[in-house]
């Protein structure tokens, strides 16, 4: 089944900008980087404040690296490939990459990172079953979307997780907006021209990872990959290149 002309379908909106803090949440190194990270740069561009939150180090996604070589270094290219695009914050909730489970123990692990650095915008990427109806979504990223939408709800309920509060993490009801990357029904968008650049080189501070996956010069893959991405987006958007999101208003 194809997608449908994107010709066809509605403008995106502009994403609000009307907010200092946004955190991202994700399963993997590498999932914002392929996902949004031209956005992200704008937006610390503006002076406006992203936190990452990792519920795995991606520790099972190179064949040829043991999980326990691997999951440090990929922590380190991750905060590598955040700095390029002005985010300091990453944190790892030490999830097991490959077979994060959807539950309680997740959503409250979110919930309190939300509560932490209390934000208006949470980011996380694609929650559905497939990618677009092309390809199959992998379990990490389903169960990650899926709780970190739930947690937004969780973080402002102070009777959820009340261990949390005793802990000292006092409810936070000040999500207004969650932003989905990566989804197929995208509502809103974020203008990639200033970003680009800098996404393509965050996604290449992933570079194990790459060269591992692609015989191609990882320049070029980045490049093509990330141009391509944006360009799709860009008859919603005016004209210009555009990283697309599925927004959820609170
Ligand atoms: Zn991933």
Known sequence: MSM????SEPP?????????????????????EYGCAAAIAAWTDAGREVTYV??????????????????????????????????????????????VEYGTALR???????????PELVVTLNYRDTWGGLYWNTPDHVAVGRATLD?????????????????????????????????DRPTHAVD????????IRSLLEHRTYIEVLTDEDPETYCRTFLTQNVQAA?????????????????
């Open 151 to 183: 947690a937004v709800a969780d973080a402002g309920n102070r009777w959820i997780f009340p261990e949390l509060t005793e802990q000292g993490l006092e409810s936070w009801g000040g999500v207004r907006w969650v932003a989905v990357a990566g989804s």
């Open 4 to 7: 449908p002309e994107s010709k």
């Open 192 to 199: 990639a021209t200033p970003g680009l650049e800098r996404s």
């Open 108 to 118: 409250r692990d979110i919930a309190a990172a939300i509560r932490r650095h209390r």
């Open 54 to 99: 990792l519920a795995t180090r991606g520790e099972a996604g190179i064949d040829t690296l043991e999980p326990d070589e691997c999951g440090p270094l990929r922590e380190q290219e991750q905060r590598a490939s955040a700095a390029v695009v002005g985010v300091d914050a990453v944190e790892f909730l030490d999830h097991k990459d490959g077979v």
């Open 12 to 32: 995106l909106d502009p994403l609000p900008q009307d907010w200092q803090r946004a955190l991202a949440v994700v399963a993997h190194p590498d999932d914002l």
């Open 234 to 250: 860009a008859d919603r958007f005016d004209g210009k290149p555009a990283v697309p999101f599925e927004v959820f208003s609170r």
